[in-house]
T-cell receptor, first 116, second 118 residues
Framework: AQKVTQAQTEISVVEKEDVTLDCVYE???????LFWYKQPPSGELVFLIR??????QNEISGRYSWNFQKSTSSFNFTITASQVVDSAVYFC?????????????FGDGTTLTVKP | DTAVSQTPKYLVTQMGNDKSIKCEQN?????MYWYKQDSKKFLKIMFS???????INETVPNRFSPKSPDKAHLNLHINSLELGDSAVYFC?????????????????FGNGTRLTVT
């Protein structure tokens, strides 16, 4: 079974629409970290956010917000009022200490296209 | 200053050749990684080094040999290149001693090396 599932392979929205990228993870560890990374068309990978398993507070950073729910093993990412510059591949990643020796397992990514 | 830099950015070579990709980080991180991103954008870890010591070798063919001369450098040498090796290779680093704290540290990636084997 995949440890990190990003069920949406591709999403296309029109500018100013809100969009949510789903991430569902699987782990038996009690302590783990979740991450989101962005890969714009230029190709670099950029860290966006980190969340540990004990902190279920939602986080907002400008137009970006993250909803972490342990009950559903989800760590979803919402972009409000999307812009063309948000077009990128977004990766969710899980880092487990006990089970996986600390390495990050990435989901397959969601390609977001924001049209003007 | 670039935090994680890797060279070259593009590498085009023929099957059977040997090539190297270099990576350097100036963040003072203890742990460095090589990731491979295939044509479908899937990211998979290949190797991880902590303070010059190999920590993870993710069932990568032994044609791939990482070398870490010091904790700021992690190079990747590939022997007898095959068509299936064509991909983007990313170097990354993270803070802290691997088993104690680096699992909770975000990865800082280089800009990638696009390897094309013809």
């Amino acid at each position: 079974a995949q440890k990190v599932t990003q069920a949406q392979t591709e999403i296309s929205v029109v500018e100013k629409e809100d969009v949510t990228l789903d991430c569902v993870y699987e782990t038996r560890d009690t302590t783990y970290y979740l991450f989101w990374y962005k890969q714009p068309p230029s190709g670099e990978l950029v860290f966006l956010i980190r969340r540990n398993s004990f902190d279920e507070q939602n986080e907002i950073s400008g137009r970006y917000s993250w909803n972490f729910q342990k009950s559903t093993s989800s760590f979803n990412f919402t972009i409000t009022a999307s812009q063309v510059v948000d077009s990128a591949v977004y990766f969710c990643a899980l880092s487990e200490l006990q089970t996986n020796a600390g390495k990050s397992t990435f989901g397959d990514g969601t390609t977001l296209t924001v049209k003007p | 200053d670039t935090a994680v830099s890797q060279t070259p950015k593009y590498l085009v070579t023929q099957m059977g050749n040997d090539k190297s990709i270099k990576c350097e980080q100036n963040l003072g991180h203890d742990t460095m990684y090589w990731y491979k991103q295939d044509s479908k954008k899937f990211l998979k870890i290949m190797f991880s080094y902590n303070n010059k010591e190999l920590i993870i070798n993710e069932t990568v063919p032994n044609r791939f040999s990482p070398k870490s001369p010091d904790k700021a450098h992690l190079n990747l040498h590939i022997n007898s290149l095959e068509l299936g090796d064509s991909a983007v290779y990313f170097c990354a680093s993270s803070q802290g001693h691997f088993f104690l704290s680096s699992y909770n540290s975000p990865l800082h990636f280089g800009n990638g090396t696009r390897l094309t084997v013809t």
